[in-house]
């Protein structure tokens, strides 16, 4: 089984910065890809960025591409996901999901390929 816990969400106005933390425990989390997901009031979660079990692969939503950064620190069971010039429309809750890494090749971006996920944090941006 492997456990996730968000943290760092928050309020903050447009044109601000947030930086989440998804903890990782359970089992070897350097081989799990994960990925960042988030989902608004009434509307379908959708996915926001996925880094490999190495690091060496990213990938992120059109939407946020140029503004957020996802990192991974093995050695700290962790994952991250910087967020800067924030606009109101990136309000929703924020997860975090993990996946066994089938191969160097796939990084999935379908929250249905994901098996593990934390709780989610609230991040709200005031206009």
């Known amino acids: 089984q492997v456990q996730l816990v968000e943290s760092g969400g928050g309020l903050v106005q447009a044109g601000g910065s947030l930086s989440l933390s998804c903890a990782v425990s359970?089992?070897?989390?350097?081989?799990?890809?994960v990925g960042w997901f988030r989902q608004a009031p009434g509307k379908e979660r959708e996915f926001v960025a996925a880094i490999n079990f190495n690091g060496g692969r990213t990938a992120y939503a059109d939407s946020v591409k140029g503004r957020f950064t996802i990192s991974r620190d093995n050695a700290k069971n962790t994952i991250y996901l910087q967020m800067n010039s924030l606009k109101p429309e990136d309000t929703a809750v924020y997860s975090c999901?993990?996946?066994?890494?089938?191969?160097?090749?796939?990084?999935?971006?379908?929250?249905?390929?994901?098996?593990?996920w934390g709780q989610g944090t609230q991040v709200t941006v005031s206009s």
């Open positions: 999901a993990a996946r066994f890494s089938a191969s160097i090749y796939i990084l999935s971006i379908r929250p249905q390929d994901y098996n593990y």
């Open positions: 359970g089992r070897p989390f350097s081989n799990y890809d």
